[in-house]
Every structure is written in C-alpha cells, then in structure tokens.
C-alpha cells in the first residue's frame, strides 16, 4: 500500500556504542512493516557509507579484557543525508554520553533535520541525546528507568514522564529502556499504519505486547514514580 | 571473570535474509554479558568479511517495492570461520529456506562445527535450519509456531515440542520465534553463567522474561498443541 501521507523513508542515527536492540528491534517491526507498506531505509552515521560501520557496545574490552561487538553498514552520511525522510530513529546507548565530534556531529544532524521530519522516535538514551538538542524542551518525554533520576536532573527543561513503557508528545514518540523500542514501534505502527499491523507484527515476533504506554513495571522496579 | 570451563568464543551464522532480531535480540544480551566474562564474538558467513556484509529480510524489494534491509559486517567465512568456537547461534528467517549454494555451505558449516562445539543455540527457523543438517534427528527442539505444522511435517525424526517458549535438549538449545531467542538466551545465560547475571541482564534491557520455558501463549494462538 502506498499513501503519500504516509511515513515512507525511514532513517536510523547510528553512532559508535549504540545498543543494538534499541536499534534492531524498530527495525525488525519495520522491515515485516515493509512488506504491506512502501518503505524505505537510510542508515545514516558521522562518517558515512565510505567509513567505518556504526559499531554496537562494547566497542571497548572493558573489564574483562572482552571483544564483543557488531558492525553495521551505513547507506549515509550526516553531510549528505536524505532530504526527504519523513521518520528518525534515534535509539541510546553508552555512546550518547560521549563528547566526541562525532556525537557532537549526531546531535547537530538531528537539530537540522527534525524540522521536515513527520514523526521522530527515540529509544532508551535516544531521548537523552535528543535533550542535549534541546528538542524536547517543554514537550513530554520518558527514557531508560535506570539512568531515569540522572537524567531528570541533567534535562530539567524536559516534561519526564516516569511511569510509561513510551510517551507521546507531537510527533515525538520516546520510549523507555532497550525492548521498550519494540512497544513504541509497535504503538507507532498502530497509530500510523493501522492497529491490524501492529497485531500482525507483534504476533510475527511472538511478541506479547505492553497495549497500556502507563504499564512501566520497570519504573518501580529503579524506584522512579 | 574467566574460566575456561566457561563458553569463551561465540560465533554466529549470518545468511542472507535472516530475521534481524532472531540475531540482535540474543546478541544484545551477550553484549552485556561481556562486561561481566570474557567473551568473544565472530559475525560467520559464507563470503566472509572480504564479500557482502549479511543482509536482513527483506533483501528484496517485494509486493511494495520497498527497500529495507540493513547489512550487518561479517568477519569470519565459514571456510576460515574460528577452529575454537564454544557456542553457534543459528538465527531464522526466510532465508534457511533457500536452496542456494549459500545455503548448502551453511547447513555444511553447522554439520562441521557441531562436533566441537560446547553449545549450539537456535532462534525461530535456525531450528528448521539445523533440522536439515540431521543435527536434530530424536533430540526435542521447537521453532516458530506459525510454521509450527509445516516444520514438524517435513523433519519427521525430531522430536518437536509445540508448547514451548524454548527447548534444551542435551547441548542444543531451540528458541521458538524471534523474540522467544531473547528468552532462550537469558535461559542460558542462567544455565551456564549464573541467574544474577540473567536477572540483572533482563532489568537492563526492561524485559519482563519468560521464566517457564513452557509458557508458550503463541503455541495455543497458532492452533498447535
């Protein structure tokens, strides 16, 4: 099915140290999404198809001396991103705290792109990203519920939601920790494409779904209320 | 922590059209794990790292004519794939039912490593994948429950167990579909590593986890018993 008014091009932010499955699992709601809907993918980074592939946490050994992680291949640059995408994903991860120029490079492409965005998504720390854009000021917003309390002080201009697997607040979707992004998409596909989709996904992945975006057992669970 | 008793290298088989999060979902959780023990990880497929990244389903276009996959960077082939592998995980997707040379190299590959393995794990249709090795001939597994039927059809000798969120069977385990890896995953990690590591795992990724391997709410959904 192909609508005009429908989100169709699609990008991902990747960035060194994301969480892989705040990425991979909105992505794999949309690449079945796709089979029913005309869409398309950039995966988009600092450096671009001609540089290093975005790579997942831990990229660093760490304390146990440990050599874990995954590449994954951009299609874009920041520089010579998309013109025409209609949805941003941005999910967290360690890499979100760093004061790099490559994140600095991330948060000025979200900044310049937001505006002819129709929809953006955040995952986990995504939206603690997003913050440092400003973007979220004034709007309402939830994130990972252990880094909650921490990031509540350090974003205070920020309407936290504590207790929500994901909130909405125009067309800012924000969810809160790694498999929380699996909710939100599925959410937005409802929304958006038709709640016969997001059942038909959800059931694919064999996936119980969190219906009620109020249902945050994990908010209790770090003591944010 | 290390100890040598402990599954140290982990490799995963990655194919064209595999189900992203059948991988990244199981992916993820070792992620973490490798803060906590020395882990390794070797991304194996059939060109290795000097041909195509592995692409996720769906690598073509489709009823929609969309264009949404996302490529992952291999960095073994399965002719030069590690010779000190302890644990294979063999993720699903429409993929393992290609009969491509691609394909045949794999369940190849599957058949050659097996034996010097500590462990094997599959996710969804990596059961179905492995079943065509003969690997699972009278061992119980499950698989995905919407191909439920026609799986237990057409690998007579396995001993397929229908209501099941996962399946341990000797070294081997089976995930049912895509998210049921994220299950499986922690089932192991508990198994082999430790229940606090499990445990602290899931609350990262604010994943309520499926503790009965049992319980299996898709199984009854898609008519299978």
Same mark, same amino acid.
């Given at each position: !099915?192909?609508?005009?008014?429908?989100?169709?091009?699609?990008?991902? =932010?990747?960035?060194?140290?994301? /969480?892989?499955?705040?990425?991979?699992?909105?992505?794999?709601?949309?690449?079945?999404?796709?089979?029913?809907?005309?869409?398309?993918?950039?995966?988009?980074?600092?450096?671009?198809?001609?540089?290093?592939?975005?790579?997942?946490? $831990?990229?660093?050994?760490?304390?146990?001396?440990?050599?874990?992680?995954? &590449?994954?291949?951009?299609?874009?640059?920041f520089?010579?991103? $998309?013109? *025409?995408?209609?949805?941003? =994903?941005?999910?967290?991860?360690?890499?979100?705290? /760093?004061?790099? /120029?490559? #994140?600095?490079a991330a948060?000025d492409f979200i900044?310049n792109v937001?505006?002819?965005?129709?929809? !953006?998504?955040?995952?986990?720390? &995504?939206?603690?990203?997003?913050? !440092?854009?400003?973007?979220?000021?004034?709007?309402?917003?939830?994130?990972?519920?252990?880094?909650?309390?921490?990031?509540?002080?350090?974003?205070?201009?920020?309407?936290?939601?504590?207790?929500?697997?994901?909130?909405?607040? &125009?067309?800012?979707?924000?969810?809160?920790?790694?498999?929380?992004?699996? *909710? #939100?998409?599925?959410?937005?596909?409802? *929304?958006?494409? &038709?709640?016969?989709?997001? *059942?038909?996904?959800?059931?694919?992945?064999?996936?119980?779904?969190?219906?009620?975006?109020?249902?945050?057992?994990?908010?209790?669970?770090?003591?944010?209320?």
């Amino acid at each position: !099915m192909y609508s005009p008014a429908l989100p169709q091009h699609i990008g991902i =932010l990747l960035f060194t140290d994301f /969480e892989a499955l705040d990425a991979f699992g909105p992505l794999n709601c949309l690449n079945a999404l796709s089979r029913s809907f005309q869409l398309r993918i950039s995966i988009i980074t600092h450096s671009g198809p001609s540089g290093k592939p975005a790579h997942t946490w $831990p990229t660093t050994p760490g304390p146990q001396n440990s050599h874990f992680t995954q &590449g994954v291949v951009p299609t874009h640059s920041f520089a010579n991103s $998309p013109e *025409d995408l209609d949805l941003l =994903l941005v999910p967290g991860g360690y890499g979100v705290w /760093e004061e790099t /120029e490559e #994140m600095q490079a991330a948060k000025d492409f979200i900044r310049n792109v937001y505006p002819n965005l129709k929809y !953006m998504c955040t995952i986990c720390t &995504g939206s603690a990203l997003v913050a !440092m854009t400003g973007l979220l000021d004034n709007r309402k917003a939830t994130s990972n519920k252990r880094r909650f309390k921490a990031i509540v002080e350090k974003f205070p201009r920020v309407n936290w939601v504590g207790a929500a697997r994901w909130v909405v607040d &125009g067309n800012i979707y924000t969810a809160s920790g790694v498999t929380a992004g699996i *909710d #939100m998409t599925l959410a937005f596909i409802q *929304d958006v494409y &038709g709640k016969e989709h997001a *059942d038909e996904i959800a059931d694919r992945l064999e996936y119980e779904r969190v219906l009620d975006s109020r249902l945050d057992v994990f908010a209790a669970k770090n003591g944010v209320v």
